[in-house]
């Protein structure tokens, strides 16, 4: 699904940019740097890959759980 790799991968992308600089942050400010990460996303690419997952979503249905020919 797109939220699972084109989201995930520009977030992971932009979390990897800014990697504090000692190297070590606690969890509560990792989750925080995360969240500030993932909001700062383009809502057009957001809406898009939602869209696109939508599609997908339905594609799967159509084809009973195999491969749908969009995929």
Do not use: C, Q
Not at 8 to 13: P, Q
Not at 19 to 33: H, I, L, M, N, V
Not at 40 to 65: C, E, F, Q, W, Y
């Amino acid at each position: 699904m797109p939220l699972d790799y084109s989201l995930w991968d520009e977030i992971d992308d932009r979390m990897a940019e800014s990697d504090p600089p000692s190297g070590t942050e606690s969890e509560s400010d990792f989750k925080a740097r995360l969240r500030r990460t993932a909001m700062s996303l383009p809502r057009s690419m957001v809406r898009k890959t939602v869209a696109r997952m939508h599609k997908n979503i339905i594609a799967l249905g159509d084809a009973k759980g195999y491969t749908p020919k969009n995929d």
